[in-house]
Structure formats: structure tokens, C-alpha cells
């Protein structure tokens, strides 16, 4: 039973390209998080999403970043005209819909973005 | 504004003893908190959380206190062990955002053998 995937696990881009990083949620997952962990920082929430829809985007920076979880594939999240600044590591989590509100996440091992 | 603070960057502590990392936060929204562990090049992974109507959880080596009124969290790990030795971090949902998780910044754990 596969955990939570995302590739590539490093990414190199120059300012100015894009950036698109993928994220397999585990089997029976239907939620999906993406969080950035910038150096010596903690993870801050960007985006919820499920099937098709954006949950909560709050996180987001406005321009260049967007999200999207088809019916069919992986999440992406993708970063358009990057610039060093967005250098971090990019955590998906995902989470079984169940009952309760709060659910446990699992995380993938990240994609680590570099923009040289 | 960092809505949860972990005040230690860092932690030492000898392979038996206890480990107490410390959480605090500022959200009196935040109803439900968990710690994830998390070691290099590795997602974090999910250790324990509490619900705020509990004052305490206790999985194993690991429990985590809850103290509302001061809106403080502390993660105890008892006995500790080398394997131990990882990034804790803190984090806070509230019922109004279930699923948006609010992180710390982490506290390394560093346990000697």
C-alpha cells in the first residue's frame, strides 16, 4: 500500500520558468494538502483541495500559484514565472474522509524546489 | 502574526530520560492539536494529537498535555530513545478550517545514546 507521492523530489528551474510539482494522494484518499516549508520554518498551509474542487486556498499566494486535483491523475501544484524566493520544500498531505472534522494527514516526502 | 510557537529551537536530552517539547499558541479558535515528527529529507509524520474537551492523550512512550486557559501544549516522550532524534513540530486546526493545519516552527530532538 503506497503512501503519499510526489515527484520530482528535486526540481531545478531558472527564474522565469515554471514550475509543476506532483502529488499522488494515497489509495482512498480524497483530500489533498499542499504545504511550503521555507528554510528554518515550519510548514504553512497553501491550499485544501478535493476532487475537482479547491476547499480552501487561503494560502496561496495570489499570483503565479495555482492548484488544481482532477477527477482522474495527481494534484498539481504549479508555479508560474518562479523566482528565488519561491525555493523551499513543497509538502502534499492527503486524508480519508471520514466522519469526525479533523483527520490525520499523511505526507509525502516533498519536492524541494530550487530556483537558481 | 504566528498563530502557534514553538519557543525551542532545540532540544538535548539523554538516551532515558524525558523529552518535553512545548507548544504555544495564540488562536483561541484552535480546538484539536497535534505533533508531527519529522526527519531530514522525509515528510512529517503524524505522532499524537488531543482534542480540546481533553486535557491529556497518552499513545506509548508519548503524551501530550493540553492546558486551555493558558493556551500552552507540551508533548512528553518517556523514556527517550535515539530513534527519537528527529524535528518535532506542533500544529492547530480549528473546527471552522478542519484540514488547514497551523504549523510551528519545529524543536530538534537530538537524544544521546
Known amino acids: 500500500n503506497a503512501g503519499v507521492m510526489q515527484n520530482p523530489r528535486h526540481l531545478v528551474r531558472r527564474r522565469g520558468q515554471e514550475a509543476r510539482l506532483r502529488c499522488s494522494p494515497m489509495?482512498?484518499?480524497?483530500?489533498v494538502y499542499w504545504y511550503r516549508q521555507l528554510p528554518e520554518e515550519g510548514l504553512k498551509f497553501m491550499v485544501y483541495l478535493q476532487k475537482e474542487n479547491i476547499i480552501d486556498e487561503s494560502g496561496m499566494p495570489k499570483e503565479r500559484f495555482s492548484a488544481e486535483f482532477p477527477k482522474e491523475g495527481p494534484s498539481i501544484l504549479r508555479i508560474q514565472q518562479v523566482v528565488r524566493g519561491d525555493s523551499a520544500a513543497y509538502f502534499c498531505a492527503s486524508s480519508v474522509q471520514r466522519g469526525s472534522l479533523h483527520n490525520e494527514q499523511f505526507f509525502g516526502p516533498g519536492t524541494r524546489l530550487t530556483v537558481l | 502574526d504566528q498563530q502557534v510557537k514553538q519557543n525551542s529551537p532545540s532540544l538535548s536530552v539523554q538516551e532515558g530520560r524525558i523529552s518535553i517539547l512545548n507548544c504555544d499558541y495564540t488562536?483561541?479558535?484552535?480546538?484539536?492539536f497535534l505533533w508531527y515528527k519529522k526527519y531530514p529529507a522525509e515528510g512529517p509524520t503524524f505522532l499524537i494529537s488531543?482534542?480540546?474537551?481533553?486535557d491529556k492523550n497518552e499513545d506509548g512512550r508519548f503524551t501530550v498535555f493540553l492546558n486551555k486557559s493558558a493556551k500552552h501544549l507540551s508533548l512528553h516522550i518517556v523514556p527517550s530513545q535515539p530513534g527519537d532524534s528527529a524535528v518535532y513540530f506542533c500544529a492547530a486546526e480549528s473546527n471552522t478550517n478542519a484540514g488547514k493545519s497551523t504549523f510551528g516552527d519545529g524543536t530538534t530532538l537530538t537524544v544521546k545514546p
Open positions: 489509495k482512498g484518499h480524497s483530500h
Open positions: 488531543i482534542s480540546s474537551i481533553k
Open positions: 488562536n483561541s479558535m484552535f480546538d484539536y
